[in-house]
């Protein structure tokens, strides 16, 4: 019993030992922790930190060189965060399962590391000093890291020291927190300052080039800095920034004002005086405060705008020079079609008497052929004259129903004798597939068509010229083939372009203006069509126009002029007209259709003759451009008498502007020279109605 008791004694007293000593050796460890926790605490940097952490490690395990490794997304391998061996610097290391084993929580000493899978990819430099290796991982806020012990000789980590990892992991925890977050926090620091140079940089270059110097004043106005004082032979040497502009009061009202709201302002215009250069400067500026946003004072900068002034000047007198320059050219235009409309009015004119004076078939032919070309003339000149609607493509079609063969034909037998001319052979070829009639514009497909085979035959000095025409799924196709000069290929890319031709010598050798092949496409995209080209040079071209098939009943009502009844009454007509030419060509017209009809050789004398008897007309064809009184003051002074009489502003001035003109004068109605026989007509007709209506009312 005696023994028992003595055994038990003895293990009591062993369990005692051991338990002081576990008791000191966590009073050692806890020590040695709290040791390191204020080592690092007082840390400058993360390597700091690092050897603080070593420093504890070391009483424990034997390693020859530590290092930290992190990661910032889970896809991504291991690379060096610190160390104590500049071999391990900046090296990357792969993630397998022993190092996920460690990121999550497991210390792990490896006898021979060379067998592991991470170790088996990093240099044989770094290897040979890995014989042995020790770590364990944790996890941070931006990552996984591991915490890497090594030993260039084997066998020296025992599993006491996982055992040290583990009791020591708050430590490690923190040591690896700690080193992280000043990793980040240092780059984030070096990034700012980088960035922070650079701005200062670029602040510095713009400095350089945003003004011509810099100015800074306080809530008094008076300078405390000029970056650069001088501006040509103007000194800035006055205590004050608004003294700066000498007796120019006006800018030193107007900077005082923008300084006293104590906002931001820009470009205060500033001209220096003559003698002293006469530059033109601009000022800008902008308040500070202090953090208490008190105001401190202003600063802002000065720039030299005298080149930016000088061209404003030369783009505004060039806008004048343009302007002045676009008025002539509407003026001459006006003009042109003044004087090339009224011959044109008389030659039309007397057409339309000829046709009715009782000739025979052959001189009718000959009558309908003169017609026609006057007629296409007329057309051209309208296209040419009216180039606000070239520039733009604003073409209108008068449709109708249209032989396409016979606009055609009518072209080539105008051309057929220029072609003899040249030796040149002229044919056409209508196929059986084209239609009798169709819906389209003959004057417009005429101009084009002589457009086209006016240049043919102008571009061809031998062989011939072919004109085919065919239908080709609900597509009349046009074809003018030569055998001329031809177009080179870089040519036909702007050859539809305004006032281009193939070739500048083209112009010198052959003549034109460039301006027809433009017209055409305008024209025949109207249309819905389109006009192609096929050319080769010197061996010849081939133009080919398709234009949609349109059947006459699908003409709708809009596209009709407006109708009155047929009527035979007569109506008492005053002519204002100062041509002698065209007063005989008006009256035969009128009277031809069994209207009365009185002549005024001016303004004035239609004032006169409406006074006396102003219900005896039932309306006035009122020229515009006539001596003493024109049309349009003859037309304000009569609506001004109250006379309501229906007044036809009867002129060869047909641009759109024009007609909005008379319109606003007073005038009802408009009848462009040359006067055409059914314009005429229907303008009769409107107005035999509207007579008989009121009598009828």
């Not at 993360?46 to 034997?62: D, E, P, W």
């Not at 004259?385 to 520039?391: F, K, Y």
């Not at 010849?540 to 009943?553: K, L, Y």
Request: glycine residues 6%; negative net charge.
């Amino acid at each position: 019993m005696l023994n028992f008791e003595s055994e038990k004694l003895q293990e009591t007293l062993l369990d005692l030992l051991r338990s002081q000593e576990r008791e000191s050796q966590l009073r050692e460890e806890n020590s040695a922790i709290l040791a390191g926790i204020s080592a690092m605490a007082g840390a400058n940097n993360k390597r700091q930190v690092f050897n603080s952490l070593l420093s504890v490690l070391r009483k424990y395990i034997g390693f020859e060189h530590a290092l930290a490794l992190t990661r910032d997304d889970e896809t991504g391998p291991l690379r060096e965060l610190v160390t104590t061996c500049d071999v391990f610097e900046s090296s990357s290391w792969t993630i397998d399962r022993t190092f996920v084993r460690c990121i999550n929580g497991e210390s792990i000493a490896l006898f021979s590391p060379k067998d592991v899978s991470e170790f088996k990819e990093i240099s044989p430099q770094i290897l040979e000093y890995c014989n042995s290796a020790l770590m364990t991982g944790v996890k941070v806020s931006s990552g996984d890291a591991v915490l890497l012990f090594v030993h260039s000789k084997k066998g020296q980590f025992t599993p006491q020291c996982r055992r040290v990892l583990d009791r020591f992991r708050p430590l490690l925890e923190r040591a690896i927190i700690d080193i992280d977050y000043r990793e980040r926090l240092q780059s984030l620091v070096t990034a700012r300052t980088q960035e922070l140079t650079h701005s200062q940089q670029r602040f510095k270059d713009f400095a350089k080039t945003v003004g011509d110097w810099f100015w800074e004043v306080d809530t008094d106005y008076q300078f405390t800095y000029i970056s650069a004082p001088h501006l040509a032979n103007h000194v800035i040497d006055n205590t004050t920034i608004l003294d700066i502009f000498g007796e120019q009061s006006e800018l030193r009202v107007k900077l005082l004002d923008q300084l006293k709201s104590k906002k931001t302002f820009e470009d205060i215009e500033w001209k220096l005086p003559e003698d002293e250069g006469a530059l033109w400067i601009t000022l800008s500026g902008t308040p500070y405060f202090n953090k208490q946003g008190k105001l401190l004072g202003y600063r802002g900068t000065a720039k030299d705008i005298t080149h930016r002034k000088q061209r404003l000047v030369e783009l505004q007198l060039a806008r004048k020079q343009a302007e002045t320059a676009n008025n002539a050219k509407s003026e001459f235009l006006a003009m042109m079609s003044h004087e090339i409309r009224t011959p044109l009015n008389a030659v039309l004119g007397l057409m339309d008497t000829l046709v009715d004076s009782g000739l025979d078939e052959k001189q009718m032919e000959w009558v309908s052929q003169m017609e026609q070309s006057a007629q296409l003339l007329l057309t051209i000149i309208n296209d040419i004259l009216d180039l606000s609607r070239i520039e733009s493509g604003k073409f209108e079609l008068f449709n109708a129903d249209i032989h396409i063969a016979d606009s055609i034909n009518l072209v080539v037998n105008q051309l057929n004798e220029q072609a003899k001319r040249k030796n040149i052979t002229l044919t056409t070829q209508i196929d059986a597939s084209v239609p009798d009639s169709m819906l389209g514009d003959k004057n417009r497909i005429a101009q084009v068509m002589f457009n086209l085979i006016g240049n043919a035959i102008k571009f061809t000095n031998v062989g011939s010229v072919r004109v085919s025409v065919k239908a080709v799924n609900n597509n009349i196709e046009i074809a003018v083939i030569d055998t001329g000069i031809g177009i080179a290929p870089y040519a036909q890319k702007t050859l539809f372009n305004p006032f281009i031709q193939a070739d500048g010598s083209i112009t010198r050798r052959y003549g034109g203006t460039g301006l027809g092949l433009a017209i055409s496409m305008h024209l025949i995209k109207k249309m819905d069509g389109n006009i192609s080209l096929d050319s080769v040079l010197n061996v010849g071209s081939c133009f080919t126009v398709s234009i949609p098939i349109t059947s006459v009943v699908d003409e709708t009502e809009k596209d009709l002029p407006e109708q009155y009844p047929i009527s035979t009454r007569s109506l008492n007509i005053l002519l204002a007209e100062d041509s002698n030419t065209n007063q005989l060509v008006a009256k035969l017209m009128l009277e031809k259709r069994g209207h009365r009809v009185q002549i005024a050789n001016n303004g004035e004398e239609a004032i006169n003759a409406l006074k006396n008897d102003s219900h005896y007309f039932d309306i006035v064809l009122m020229d515009i451009s006539m001596p003493v009184l024109d049309g349009i003051q003859a037309t304000k002074l009569l609506r001004e008498e109250e006379i309501t009489i229906p007044i036809i502003a009867l002129t060869a001035n047909a641009m759109q502007c024009d007609q909005v003109e008379y319109k606003k004068v007073g005038m009802d109605d408009f009848l462009a020279k040359p006067i055409r026989a059914i314009e005429l007509n229907q303008m009769l007709s409107k107005y035999q109605y509207i007579t008989a209506s009121k009598l009828c009312g």
